[in-house]
């Protein structure tokens, strides 16, 4: 019961909060134009790939991330001390549930904002060439884009954890992940970086559930990734407010690398899944071990 | 003797450097109203930590009823009632929702967590603050907030960090009385460093000074081996009548006079004259030197003096103040009053 008691508190600590409300308003609005803006432009898979990559590279990432380092940090912390495990309930009771809560709310949002979007997208009729997106690789991709989220909640958990102070976990997040973003995607390890995960999501969800011919329509193809090299560059034209670009050939070199032929559902799934696991595990631990 | 709290060589050092608790060895009866008094600094809040499982032990060990404390010791947090100095609450809650919360987390039942978190906020008079969010509350509204979830579970021990900081006077009269009810059922350990609560509440007491329990025994022991035999005369007159006072006053056999300011004469009484005796012919003395008594204080109650004594005798103990651990062992049992 301690736990759930400290869940329940911890939903509506969040839900009360402005950076979620706020968050959850603009990611909707932002998802809605990014949909308006790729009507005709996009393929369903690519267009679902564009309305993720925000959650997954930036600004999202930010605010996830930001989330996720809250717990037991500053202030908070002295309340927590003074009103919560002053009480009886250990320690990991309360890290588990607050960090379930922030999982949960994260994840909320997430799919609130997504769902009727990519339905609309999936469902309607648009000008553009029909795709083959099939139930399995949605799920799959849903699923996969859930793991990221819960990854990077967890590894805010741990820095904040390990940090204690807010301002200084996210900084130090920002400049540490970035970096190795960049890195793991020049190295095409498709597994641990989410800009590959997101060009690689218009595979996945063309994937069907049981292995046949590998036909054309399954690839990611040129044309594809044209595209969607388009729709990030006006995506990031719109979050810098100048005029978006006319779209030329030569510029989607970022998104033509991937040939995502090779790419393995649970390959990627144990790569986020064991980080999440230790991220949450050694800041539990070190936690148990603090002084409050 | 039955102790509710114990802790054996009991010492905290944060990261190597700074020394909070030193060695100190607490005993705090079961039923008592216990003292923890010390100047800012001293180790109190640090020890209370300690018994709460919120900070970890450097070296020796504490048990609450007979159960070791520690970290994940759920069970020995359900016997205190904790009251933190200041306590920093989640603003965005009400009273209820607050109290709510802590009885789940407390695991009571519903039939018994709602009936009680009314009536607490009945008796510490916030039951017409229900409908306001705590960041409101003043600090007056906040403390009788945390009183209520002190005792919300009901525990045997309540730990509370000075309990009177902050309050206006008639809040901390509404503090000391309900200390002083409580204490008929329950165990209670006020770290303060405010004399005259101590001096109200208090029938145990233990002074802290640079993390070591300096004394730890029953309030009347602490006075009793502070016990100053002087007094303190208030007196009103013409300005030559109190010099005139003083010389005569030092010619009474046993007596040691001196003026404290314009209008005061204290004596000091010789341990093996009479006390009334020699108080009754510096009154008749006072009489004759046309002075009007307007007070008579003895500094036999004078906690604040017997405290400041304390502090005094352990600096003057100097490296006396080291015990070796098999000595203490052998000489000092629990309980014992000089530590």
């Known amino acids: 019961m301690p736990a759930l008691a400290i869940l329940q508190y911890e939903l509506g600590s969040l839900w009360s909060s402005w950076l979620v409300r706020l968050w959850l308003i603009v990611a909707g609005l932002f998802a809605l134009l990014s949909l308006a803006a790729s009507w005709g432009q996009l393929q369903t898979a690519v267009l679902i790939g564009s309305l993720l990559f925000p959650f997954l590279v930036f600004p999202w990432f930010l605010v996830v991330i930001l989330l996720g380092i809250s717990p037991v940090t500053g202030s908070r912390l002295d309340a927590l001390a003074d009103g919560i495990l002053s009480r009886p309930i250990t320690r990991y009771e309360y890290l588990v549930a607050s960090w379930a809560a922030r999982v949960i709310t994260v994840l909320a949002v997430f799919f609130l904002v997504i769902t009727p979007c990519v339905l609309l997208g999936a469902l309607a009729k648009r000008p553009v060439a029909a795709d083959s997106v099939t139930w399995y690789g949605a799920f799959s991709a849903a699923a996969l884009v859930s793991l990221v989220l819960t990854f990077l909640v967890s590894l805010g958990f741990l820095a904040g954890t390990l940090l204690r102070r807010p301002l200084v976990a996210a900084v130090v997040l920002i400049f540490v992940w970035y970096p190795i973003n960049f890195v793991l995607h020049t190295f095409s390890l498709e597994e641990f970086s989410p800009i590959s995960l997101n060009q690689a999501l218009p595979t996945l969800l063309r994937t069907p559930w049981r292995d046949e011919p590998t036909g054309p329509d399954r690839k990611l193809s040129s044309a594809d990734a044209e595209a969607m090299a388009r729709q990030a560059a006006q995506f990031l034209s719109v979050l810098s407010g100048a005029p978006a670009q006319a779209p030329h050939r030569d510029s989607g070199d970022f998104f033509e690398r991937g040939n995502y032929e090779d790419f393995s559902f649970w390959k990627v799934f144990l790569g986020y899944s064991i980080p999440t696991l230790a991220s949450v595990a050694l800041a539990t631990w070190c936690f148990c071990r603090r002084d409050l | ?339």
């Open chain 2, 1 to 339: 003797m039955s102790w509710a709290i114990c802790t054996d060589h009991l010492t905290k050092i944060y990261g190597g450097k700074v020394i909070a608790v030193n060695d100190m060895n607490l005993q705090v009866p079961v039923g008592s109203i216990y003292g923890l008094l010390g100047p800012n600094g001293a180790g109190k809040t640090t020890t209370l930590r300690l018994l709460l499982g919120l900070q970890q032990p450097t070296a020796g060990k504490a048990e609450i009823f007979g159960q070791a404390c520690g970290v994940n010791a759920t069970a020995v947090r359900g016997l205190i009632g904790f009251l933190p100095t200041h306590p920093t609450l989640p603003g965005h809650l009400r009273p209820v929702e607050y109290l709510e919360l802590l009885g789940k987390v407390c695991r009571l039942p519903a039939q018994v967590r709602k009936p009680r978190l009314t009536s607490l906020l009945r008796a510490v008079g916030l039951l017409d603050a229900t409908d306001q969010r705590i960041e409101t509350f003043s600090t007056g509204m906040r403390t009788r907030l945390g009183i209520a979830a002190s005792l919300l579970a009901d525990p045997p021990l309540l730990l509370w960090d000075e309990p009177t900081a902050g309050l206006d006077p008639a809040a901390r009269r509404f503090t000391l009385d309900l200390i002083r009810d409580l204490g008929r059922t329950r165990t209670i350990l006020v770290a303060t460093h405010i004399l005259n609560d101590i001096d109200q509440i208090c029938d145990h007491v233990g002074v802290m000074y640079e993390g070591r329990m300096i004394f730890s025994g029953p309030m009347r022991e602490m006075k009793r081996r502070l016990l100053r035999d002087e007094f303190h005369l208030e007196v009103d007159g013409p300005a030559e009548g109190l010099p005139r006072l003083v010389e005569q006053a030092g010619r009474v056999p046993g007596v040691l006079a001196r003026a404290g300011d314009s209008h005061t004469l204290i004596v000091a009484i010789a341990a093996d004259a009479s006390r009334a005796a020699a108080l009754a012919k510096i009154l008749e003395l006072v009489d004759a030197a046309g002075l009007t008594l307007q007070a008579i204080q003895s500094a036999h109650n004078d906690t604040e003096h017997a405290y400041l004594q304390l502090l005094q005798e352990d600096q003057a103990h100097g490296f006396r103040r080291f015990e070796f651990p098999k000595r203490r062992g052998a000489d000092a049992g629990p309980g014992d009053s000089a530590v």
